[in-house]
C-alpha cells in the first residue's frame, strides 16, 4: 500500500493540482501553442479558443486564453505572411477573453534572416520568449493544448 501510495500520488497530485488551482480562482485557464506554419492548426487554435470561450460563457464562467505563437506558428501573426489575416484580425475584435502573443525571439531571429522588419498585428502583445511564457503560464495554472 505504501509503495502504491508512494508511486501515484505524486503523478495524481500532478495532473489535478492544476485543475484545483483553476477552480479555487474560478477562472478557466488556456494557452494554445502554435508554432508550425500551417493553416489548419492555425483555425484550429481558433476554433478551439472560441469553442472554449462559448462554453464556459454558456456556463456564466469565466476563461482567460492564451494564444502564443513561436517559430513557423508565428506567421500565424505576421501581418505580411499571415494565411488566416482576416480571420484573426475579425477574432481579436470579437473575443476580449483571447490574448494573442508573438515571441519576440522569434520576431529576431527573422529579422536578423531577412533583414527586414517582421510587422505583426497591433493586437498581438509580443513576448520576449514563448517556450518561456508558456513555461510562467504553466505555472500559474493555465492548461497546455497544441491543437
Known amino acids: ?7 501515484f500520488l505524486p503523478l ?3 495532473f489535478v493540482s492544476p485543475i ?21 492548426k492555425m483555425n484550429a487554435a481558433l476554433n478551439v479558443a472560441a469553442n472554449v470561450s462559448r462554453h464556459y460563457s454558456s456556463l456564466g464562467e ?3 486564453i492564451k494564444i502564443v ?3 513557423a506558428g508565428l506567421h500565424m501573426l505576421r501581418r505580411d505572411t499571415s ?12 473575443m476580449p477573453n483571447v490574448v494573442f502573443q508573438a515571441c519576440g525571439n522569434t520576431i529576431s531571429s527573422m529579422k ?15 513576448v520576449p520568449a514563448g517556450v518561456v511564457t508558456i513555461m510562467e503560464l504553466d505555472a500559474k495554472g493555465y492548461i497546455l493544448v497544441r491543437p
Open 112 to 126: 536578423r534572416k531577412s533583414g527586414k522588419d517582421v510587422p505583426v498585428f497591433e493586437f498581438a502583445k509580443v
Open 20 to 40: 484545483m488551482a483553476q477552480a479555487e480562482e474560478g477562472v478557466r485557464k488556456l494557452i494554445l501553442q502554435v508554432s508550425d506554419n500551417d493553416p489548419s
Open 1 to 7: 500500500m505504501k509503495f502504491l501510495l508512494k508511486t
Open 12 to 14: 495524481v497530485l500532478l
Open 62 to 64: 469565466e476563461v482567460d
Open 83 to 94: 494565411p488566416v489575416a482576416k480571420r484573426i484580425s475579425n477574432f481579436s475584435l470579437s
Open 69 to 71: 505563437a513561436f517559430n
